[in-house]
């Protein structure tokens, strides 16, 4: 069915590595995407969106990609911090849904000091 | 921080009870949406509302309802709690014009149903 998933539920990096965590979408007609960081015990939180009409958004230490032909997103963090230590959401809106958002199972970021 | 609040943090009901969490939206907000999140998934939406009328609604049953209030807060009522209700209940609040599709969420309410 349609979903947004993950290719990796964990992904372990030292500190001051560059992080990559991906998202796979299987509906082309999703036209928003959006990070988000949960940290234990709190809500998400929103770290960076791109539309479709986009390819690439850059914000403070995130760059978030979207490759539309291969229906492919992925959150890039430049030098990760213990901080950042957290799981990652990716979420989408499609055509017609309104506001309503479909978060995928998550990425478990651990890093290592 | 996001300025979105919710009440209780912590609940725990028995099974068949009734349950209602609220939820204040971020100043100039207008829409408020419910998800749940049962440990180790993502949240999944439950119902959104927009200018106290609600404006799409997952696939949860009828016993999952809710209200938003002219100042734009919200409550989800849950009847018949059932052990599987057990979850992190989220609301988000997005704001009216701008970017329509952002979503500021709250810290949650932990609901446990034994």
């Known amino acids: 069915g349609e979903s947004v998933g993950l290719h990796l539920p964990t992904l372990s990096v030292q500190e001051g590595d560059n992080s990559i965590i991906n998202c796979a979408y299987s509906?082309?007609?999703?036209?928003?995407f959006i990070w988000y960081k949960q940290e234990s015990g709190k809500g998400p939180q929103f770290i960076i969106d791109?539309?479709?009409?986009?390819d690439k958004r850059q914000g403070q230490r995130v760059t978030v990609l979207l490759n539309k032909t291969v229906k492919h997103l992925s959150l890039q963090i430049a030098a990760t911090q213990p901080g950042d230590s957290a799981v990652y959401f990716c979420?989408?809106?499609?055509?017609?849904?309104?506001?309503?958002?479909?978060f995928g199972k998550g990425t478990l970021l651990t890093v290592n000091p | 921080e996001t300025g979105v609040t919710q009440s209780p943090t912590h609940l725990i009901k028995t099974r068949g009870q009734q349950v209602t969490l609220r939820c204040s939206s971020q100043?100039?907000?207008?829409?408020v949406s419910w998800y749940q999140q049962a440990l180790g998934q993502g949240p999944q939406f439950i119902f959104q509302?927009?200018?106290?009328?609600?404006?799409g609604r997952g696939n949860f049953p009828p016993r999952f309802s809710g209200l938003q209030f002219p100042n734009y807060s919200s409550e989800l009522n849950v009847n018949a709690l059932e052990l599987d209700d057990s979850a992190l209940y989220l609301c988000?609040?997005?704001?009216?014009?701008?970017?329509?599709?952002?979503?500021?969420f709250g810290p949650g309410t932990r609901l446990t149903v034994t």
């Open positions: 100043s100039g907000h207008n829409t």
């Open positions: 979420a989408e809106n499609r055509v017609g849904s309104n506001y309503k958002l479909t």
């Open positions: 509906n082309s007609a999703s036209d928003y």
């Open positions: 509302y927009y200018r106290e009328e609600e404006n």
């Open positions: 791109i539309r479709s009409n986009m």
């Open positions: 988000a609040s997005s704001p009216g014009t701008g970017s329509p599709y952002e979503q500021y």
